[in-house]
Structure formats: structure tokens, C-alpha cells
Nanobody
Framework: QVQVAESGGRLVQAGGSLKLSCTVSGLTFADLAMGWFRQAPGKQREAMACISWNGGKKFYGESAKGRFTMSRDNALNTAFLQMNDLNPEDTARYYC???????????????????????WGQGTRVTVSS
């Protein structure tokens, strides 16, 4: 059984930083492309970032560029999303996603991710106070 689990979400003040983590069980982590999406109340789900199996390729959504950094540590079976200079508009539930694929393109950021990504976590809540 595949499980994707996010952690690290919490309440943070505007201007602060937060690092989210994501682990995967039931699959070989090094075979996976990984990504992060978020969904704020009343808004559509949007892509934040995705990373290839070895970290060699990364793509970022417009809301993430310049402030968020995605990384991974295959030895730890963990992917990360470092978020800096947070603002209240970043308040959302953040979802980690996984897909068994070697190649990665910017298509990983397309739409709400439902067609591209097979495995989703339950999400971790990030709240940014002003």
C-alpha cells in the first residue's frame, strides 16, 4: 500500500520561513518524481514545485518562484519544500505528490495535478498570520 505523508505545516508569522517534509512508503523513493501542490480555501489547487528522481530537474509554479525551494534526499526517502518570506496568501493546505517516472517536464505543474500525479498525501496545513 502506497502512503504519502506530509509534515511540517503550522502557524507562522508573515515574513517567516517553514520547511515541509514528505515521506513515501510502499514505493521505491528513488524511482519517484515528487511534487508539491497547495489549495487555499475557496481556491483552485495550484502547483508549487516538482523534482525529478535524482533532483537534477526542478520546476516551480509562479507563486513559488524566488521564495520556495524543493529538494530531496533519497537516502532519507524524503522530499522537502523550503518556504521563505511567507505571506498570508500562502495560507493553504499543502499536498505532496509522487509519480513513478524517470523523465520530468514542466508538465508536472499542469492544472490541478490530478491527471499527472498518481499518489497524493492528505496534506499539511500552513497558516501565515499578518
Amino acid at each position: 500500500q502506497v502512503q504519502v505523508a506530509e509534515s511540517g505545516g503550522r502557524l507562522v508569522q508573515a515574513g517567516g520561513s517553514l520547511k515541509l517534509s514528505c515521506t513515501v512508503s510502499g514505493l521505491t523513493f528513488a524511482d519517484l518524481a515528487m511534487g508539491w501542490f497547495r489549495q487555499a480555501p475557496g481556491k483552485q489547487r495550484e502547483a508549487m514545485a516538482c523534482i525529478s528522481w535524482n533532483g537534477g530537474k526542478k520546476f516551480y509554479g509562479e507563486s513559488a518562484k524566488g521564495r520556495f525551494t524543493m529538494s530531496r534526499d533519497n537516502a532519507l526517502n524524503t522530499a522537502f519544500l523550503q518556504m521563505n518570506d511567507l505571506n498570508p496568501e500562502d495560507t493553504a493546505r499543502y499536498y505532496c505528490v509522487a509519480e513513478e517516472r524517470v523523465s520530468l517536464s514542466s508538465e508536472c505543474l499542469t492544472g490541478d495535478g490530478a491527471e499527472y500525479w498518481d499518489h497524493w498525501g492528505q496534506g499539511t496545513r500552513v497558516t501565515v498570520s499578518s
